[in-house]
């Protein structure tokens, strides 16, 4: 890793109490590079932290690529035009040429914000757009990306974005995954923290159970949360380890909430040994942000089987919040997050037949199920938005001084 001066945001009960800012209320643009027309981490990031931060009483604005739709916030402001690629196993919608760059310029101009605040400005979109503006505010970036394998277009445009990036004066990784990559291309002279993505801990923690979802001893509920066309979310290894299940528990039920049910349905049907899976299996669409709550909250256990391309692992900290008991892909984002497994039940990536005696074992010993629902509960105080959003003002506050 390059030399750069580096900082770890400190841990929750090392934050302190004193407002970095000492009372001082900012103005603050943040822009976005993908399009709020189709929900992504980095989008519902965004928004929530920008809700914090408006709680707080400082004035937000956000970009993003794309059209307005009508549940985004009126504090959202859109340029009208994105185009989607393929980008990390996903379909990223950008926006980067024509206008682009003088609309966001301008955006930044007319706003006077004290604080400008980019996620991904390595991506060929708004945030990229930001660092060409001559004169501006403390310029933030929020790096989100993890990959398997380091992309061979990042590593031809390493010198461009090392030189395009200098303008940045502070760097947030939301994990050590993250930090690896930007380690990459990012200048040397960039002071760089890590701080995790925030949940709303009470959303999750405080929600009521639905009856439609709730497990029971005799029928349990197994949780899948993802966009099933996405082979990286390992829907067919949820899927493969369901069928095994159910010759051990015949009356579980499987909840597969996320976009995606007709390609689900379809993994469902090839499969080999999945013969009567599909009386056991419910596909429940995309669901609210109160009814994901609800969701967790209700099952008897929760499945994050993905199979990279992850820097984080925020379906861990929801349902560790929730007290639902989760067994996920041992990814390093996910044991990061885990504690080392210490706050979930960990398989090998890919291995849907650990994955269900995972399932299966945790199934069977009611105490060991509780003990490791409390374990990521006490985790996921660490991930609260209170405690990064207090992080991320002190980096702001670095910035200004």
């Known amino acids: 890793m390059p030399s750069r001066e580096y900082h770890r945001a400190p841990a929750p009960a090392s934050v302190p109490a004193s407002d970095p800012l000492h009372g001082r209320k900012l103005s603050i643009g943040i822009i976005s590079p993908y399009s ?12 929530d932290f920008a809700r914090q931060l408006r709680s707080r009483g400082h004035h937000v604005e956000v970009l993003a690529p794309g059209r307005r739709t009508t549940d985004m916030p009126l504090w959202v402001n859109t340029n009208g035009t994105s185009f989607s690629i393929p980008y990390n196993g996903s379909v990223a919608r950008l926006s980067y040429f024509g206008f682009v760059g003088i609309q966001t310029r301008r955006w930044i101009k007319q706003g ?21 503006l001559r004169h501006h505010p403390p310029l933030i970036a929020t790096f989100h990306s993890a990959f398997d394998r380091y992309p061979a277009t990042l590593r031809l445009f390493e010198p461009y974005l090392r030189r395009y990036l200098e303008p940045l004066e502070q760097a947030i990784c939301v994990s050590d995954e993250a930090l690896d990559v930007v380690a990459h291309y990012l200048p040397d002279n960039t002071a760089t923290t890590v701080i995790p993505n925030g949940i709303d801990r ?37 899927a493969k380890a369901a069928a095994r299940v159910l010759q051990h528990v015949p009356h579980a039920r499987f909840l597969c909430a996320g976009d995606g049910e007709q390609e689900g349905r379809r993994i469902v049907h090839e499969l080999r040994d999945g013969e009567g899976l599909d009386d056991h299996i419910e596909f429940l669409g995309r669901i609210s942000d109160q009814d994901k709550a609800r969701f967790y909250r209700s099952l008897s256990l929760f499945v994050a ?43 090998s990536t890919g291995d849907d037949a650990q994955c269900a005696r995972r399932i299966c074992t945790l199934l069977d ?18 991930f609260d938005w209170d405690t990064v959003t207090d992080q991320v003002l002190a980096v702001y506050a670095r910035a200004l001084s």
Do not use: Y
Request: charged share 20%; net charge negative; glycine share 10%.
């Open 112 to 132: 006077k914000f004290d604080i400008v605040h980019l996620h991904e400005p390595e991506a060929p979109s708004l945030s990229h757009k930001a660092l060409t």
């Open 202 to 238: 009470s959303q999750f923690h405080d929600a009521e159970c639905d009856p439609a979802w709730l497990g029971t001893t005799q029928s349990p509920t197994i949780g899948f949360l993802g966009r099933m066309g996405e082979e990286r979310k390992g829907f067919k290894v949820f």
């Open 36 to 47: 709020f027309e189709t929900p992504g981490g980095v989008q519902f990031h965004i928004r």
């Open 305 to 347: 089987p993905q199979l990279g391309g992850e820097s984080f692992g925020i379906v861990l900290t929801e349902a560790m919040s929730a007290a639902c008991p989760v067994v996920a892909s041992d990814l390093q984002a996910f044991r990061a997050v885990s504690d080392d497994g210490r706050a979930a039940a960990l398989f």
């Open 365 to 382: 010993d009611r105490t060991q199920r509780q003990q490791l629902a409390q374990a990521g509960s006490r985790r996921s105080i660490a």
